[in-house]
């Protein structure tokens, strides 16, 4: 057992109302007996470019269809199939065909090198592929070729008029064809749905393994709290527009559960300012989910005010943490709330949000959600901590990940014993129970053995005037360790001063804190395809220097 220090304690939700059972079924099953409650002719699906649309009578007869052809075509239960699109108005049918045939969906990032879609493929063990288009189909298959001629199945493409190769299409089919090696009994808890892979900041991705359970959950949590909600109280998902990558947790959660409510899910394969602002006005979007990085350029943006957002009822960001000042600029500037949740694969998806009162507090992610327990722990000694008190912020419950695909080590670094998964997130809880996230700690900067959040020293600066953007790393130091170092990004047409920067943020934070490694003025800071800051690319150059030095 973890030890509790004085006052330490775990964060539990607070309710009188039971919760509800989680089913014991298939997370497609469960998702189409959801979509039959909806109108056979409303709009479930719309690509937002072009304007095709399916509806939910559409998905219906599809999704059974096309799992019908993946089993015929030979995929079994406990297969795993890679998808790898863009945001495209077939992957979630794609997607839910595969679970439905008690598959494994592996969300592949279309994007990936051929190196890392061999290290993808090692790991997943995939033998059958979906992708979107010919130039994504060749580069896998260049990468089975090189890890196996005979490893690749079958290799399916959305777009059928770009590619010569089987396309979705072909895989619709009435037959209802018996799963093959099916056990007789289904265990929800302990087979794999999902397979999103994690961001691979600190090295190659891993395999998250995602449960059928893992998934229902988030969706029983959903139920359980509109059960709480007064009658006719408005439905967020009415009309959602996605732009956060699919094949990331954070987008597959937000198009499944505009699906599970009976919303609109209008699809944008990437962020451009007219097309986004075009689509809201166009489709009277409800509810925006963005990263980080689009939310700061929605603060500065001079084109929101040309549009009109009076269908918006929230912007809503996770990923990294965003400051408060944004949140309030964002909320000001468009008229709609702005708010921050955090999550990750790890607990399939987002496990508490800021809400109206608690938004503007700095670092806030709020409270955490039903089925959900929190607590943090000492970086030091592992013990139980009490409100405001910074640690390592761990959670544990139903929706919390089987383990890393083919990584038991990893598995054992992440879950311990008694099934808390360790975040590497610093927070710490008041005692409204709401949590405040301070930074990750593979990002501390050590500075003569003192830690050093670099979003602290971030906030500090994107404050200041002309900063349109900001990364802090900790860079090799030979008398303190490490050094906190900025790289700083100005508004158009600013000009920053570098030793104002650093006078600035000396005069508001202790001695070791200051940016003794300087300030760099960039065009762009590096980021990967949720937004998430590549400190490591940040750091490389200088730790390659101070290798070289000690040679």
Not at 13 to 34: C, D, H, Q, R
Not at 88 to 110: F, G, K, Q, R
Not at 221 to 244: D, F, G, M, W
Not at 436 to 443: E, F, L, P, S, Y
Request: aromatic share 6%; proline share 6%.
């Amino acid at each position: 057992m973890t030890p509790t220090g004085k006052n330490g304690r775990i964060v539990k939700w607070k309710g009188e109302v039971p919760f509800p059972e989680i089913p014991n079924a298939n997370y497609a099953s469960f998702m189409l007996t959801a979509m039959s409650k909806h109108g056979e002719n409303d709009a479930a699906l719309v690509d937002g470019p072009t304007g095709k649309a399916y509806t939910y009578g559409d998905l219906r007869r599809n999704i059974p269809k096309i799992r019908n052809g993946l089993v015929a075509a030979g995929v079994c239960p406990g297969d795993n199939v890679l998808l790898g699109c863009r945001n495209h108005i077939d992957m979630p049918v794609a997607l839910l065909s595969i679970i439905l045939a008690e598959a494994t969906c592996v969300l592949l990032n279309p994007a990936s090198t051929k190196e890392e879609l061999k290290h993808i493929i090692g790991l997943s063990e995939s033998r059958w592929v979906i992708v979107q288009d010919k130039k994504v189909a060749q580069k896998v298959e260049d990468a089975f070729k090189e890890l196996s001629p005979n490893a690749l199945q079958q290799l399916w493409v959305m777009d059928e008029m770009t590619s010569a190769r089987p396309s979705l299409s072909d895989l619709i089919s009435s037959t209802t064809p018996e799963l093959q090696n099916k056990n007789d009994i289904f265990d929800a808890a302990t087979t794999v749905a999902l397979m999103p892979l994690s961001s691979g900041t600190t090295g190659l991705p891993k395999g998250v393994m995602l449960s059928h359970r893992n998934l229902i959950t988030t969706q029983i949590q959903r139920v359980y709290l509109a059960s709480l909600s007064p009658p006719r109280s408005i439905n967020i998902h009415k009309s959602v527009l996605i732009i956060t990558p699919m094949y990331h947790i954070m987008g597959f959660n937000v198009v499944m559960n505009t699906l599970f409510s009976g919303g609109k899910a209008v699809i944008l394969p990437k962020f451009t300012p007219k097309e986004y602002f075009q689509a809201i006005e166009k489709h009277k979007v409800t509810f925006s989910p963005v990263v980080p990085y689009v939310l700061r350029f929605l603060e500065n943006s001079p084109i929101m005010k040309n549009y009109d957002l009076s269908s918006l009822i929230t912007f809503l960001t996770g990923s990294e943490p965003v400051s408060a000042s944004t949140l309030q600029n964002v909320t000001r500037k468009s008229g709609r709330m702005s708010i921050q949740g955090w999550g990750m694969s790890e607990s399939s998806g987002i496990g508490c949000g800021t809400s109206s009162e608690t938004y503007s507090r700095e670092g806030c992610i709020g409270k955490f959600g039903p089925f959900f327990q929190a607590k943090v722990i000492d970086l030091e000694t592992g013990e139980v901590l009490g409100e405001e008190q910074e640690g390592e912020l761990c959670v544990r419950g139903p929706s919390i990940m089987l383990g890393y695909a083919n990584n038991p080590k990893a598995t054992a670094e992440t879950i311990d014993p008694e099934g808390w998964l360790h975040t590497g997130d610093l927070v710490y809880f008041d005692e409204e129970d709401n949590f405040h996230i301070t930074g990750r700690i593979k990002d501390l900067i050590k500075v003569k053995g003192y830690q050093v959040a670099p979003a602290e020293l971030e906030n500090i600066i994107r404050k200041m005037e002309g900063v349109r953007d900001v990364a802090v790393a900790g860079i090799p130091d030979e008398r303190l360790g490490e050094v906190p170092r900025a790289w700083v990004v100005p508004r158009a047409d600013a000009v920053l001063d570098t030793k104002a920067i650093i006078e600035n943020v000396a005069a508001q934070v202790m001695p070791y804190k200051q940016l003794a490694g300087g300030v760099e003025v960039v065009h762009s800071i590096p980021r990967n395809h949720i937004g998430k800051v590549l400190r490591r690319q940040l750091r490389k150059p200088y730790e390659d220097k101070s290798k070289r030095s000690k040679l």
